[in-house]
């Protein structure tokens, strides 16, 4: 079947939004595999709060322990910072308990007092340490999809530097200042530097990591990375998720050397205002130590984050095929299918996103979003624009249909496209109606005068039955039949019909009499008949019409006959007498016959009016 040309070019219009819809998420897709910021990030910011929240807490491993400069320990040293004596008991304290790697983040940029300075150099020498520094760097340098590069570095202060590793404690934060990402490689004066984490891990395990294009292996583990090596943090709890100790207490002898032995100690700054705190999806305010203790937790086999460029990919693919399915679906299906449809896969795919965090899989819940709403709403705008103009479309082929239908089954089959499928019988008036010397008034008046007669006639045979609600079956020329009882039939039928042929008798009358067109003398005559009548379909599958048809119909066309055979106006049958009962307007005939009716073998009895015109 060949398309019709509006669908063609609906087609076209489809075709080309799902060109677009492609177009958007492909660019979508692009920003997000290259890492580029954009405001999006800030709602997904959100998402994993919600889903980090979601999956709930988890345990970190034992190795890493944080030695705590709390509100005790600035209490018990009477201010803040701690002298540089203070900080070398307290290494020293850490390596009589055995720990493996002493990682501080704490910067000791100046240089202070000359013995003192010569304690600590000397207390970090008997542990593997990593010291902080600390990096600054261009707004146009910093950024999450390639190793950073600052533009100066805050190194430790000589003795510092040659008894401990340095490595910066930068944090990758998001626009709202939460911690999101560890850059585990700076590009710095010193050439490519280990961030602190790394650092400590190194010194940790004893053996260097070893980078891939998204991953890198530290001893028998490897670790899937973002762009530009920065590893997604993923946050166990809130404040102290990492068992924490007070340094306080480590000073004073009172930890167990069973609490730091073989582990790595991270010592930093958590007393109140004192050192840098972060907001975190469990806790609002998380010292900047802790984050870095997680980022070193996760390198060592904690539960972690896979954010690599595999992840991203299928970001990237699942925004694309979204935003194309979401376009075609709602374009090419019923209006609230399609929504429904895209609205239950998109769901499904975010409760994917839910389940897949809770195991350390961080796909973006926003970008598919992102990349399948515009899109989908203009498909929908796109879809309603066409299904008003279809509708339009519909209307006026309605309208069309009535002028070839009667109205009544013109409204019906509108309705209900299957009415009469399959054929009905049914009781019904029926009435017959012609036109007598209508012949001879055709020839003298000619085809124009005598179409604008007929047309006259139909509209005013229309008008009547359509008063008396009645149905116009079909107009034979000078004739009509007439049908009460369809498409429903109703206990005054016949009274209505009865009603109907009066009246229209007087109407045609009085029109003729007023009419130019009199030669002839025409004059109206009924039949009427009261019985059983099959409705139906008739015609081929594709040029069909609506039928009553059956021996009642025969019977009325041939008491219309009668009429004029008899000088009668009207002819009625005994039946539709009996149908019509005592009253519903009924009036005694004229005369009352046995008449022999052609195709019946038994005569039936007819109640005649003849109802001259000057009587009228």
Known sequence: MTPSRPVSRYGLVVAALALLAGLWAGLLGWSHLAGERSPLDGVEAQLADMRLLIAGRREPPPA??????????????????????VLAKLVDAIAAGKARALAIDLLLLDAGVPENDRALAEALSRIPSVIAAAGRFDRANDGASSIPGTSDVLWPASPFDSSAMPGLVNISTDSGGAPRHLPLLFQTDHGLTPAFVLRAVTLFTGQDPVFGADRVQIAERSVAL????????????????????????????????????????????????????FGTPFDPVTPGVEVLATGIAQLLGGPGLVRDGAVRRVDAGMTLALAVFGALTIALTPLSLGTGLVALVTGAWLLATIALFAQGYWFSGVLPLAGMLPPAALAMALRQHWER????????????????????????IARDPDFLRQPVMQSAAILFVDLSGFTRLSEQAGPAQTREFLKE??????????????????????????????????PDDATRAFAAAWDLIGDVRSWIDKAELAAGHPDLRVGAHFGQVVVSRLGHETHQHIMATGDSVNVASRLMEVAKEHGAALAVSAEFMAALGEGGGRREPDDTRAIDIRGRRQPISVALWRMRQDAH
């Open 226 to 277: 973002d762009l530009g090596f920065h590893l997604p943090l993923r946050f166990y709890g809130p404040r102290g998720a990492v068992e924490t100790l007070s340094a306080a207490a480590v000073l004073a002898g009172s930890v167990p050397t069973e609490r730091l032995r073989d582990r790595i100690v991270v010592i930093g700054a958590t007393a109140t205002a004192v050192g840098d705190t």
């Open 389 to 412: 103009r279809q509708s339009r479309g519909h209307a006026r082929a309605e309208a069309a249909l009535r002028q070839f239908q009667p109205p009544v089954l013109a409204e019906r």
């Open 457 to 490: 006639f139909h509209t005013l045979v229309e008008n009547e039955i359509a008063a008396h609600d009645g149905l116009v079956m079909t107009f034979m020329g000078d004739g009509a039949m007439i049908v009460f009882g369809i498409p429903e039939a109703r």
């Open 64 to 85: 890493v322990v944080i030695v705590a400069i709390d509100d005790r320990t600035v209490a018990g040293e009477r201010g803040y910072p701690l002298s540089r004596q």
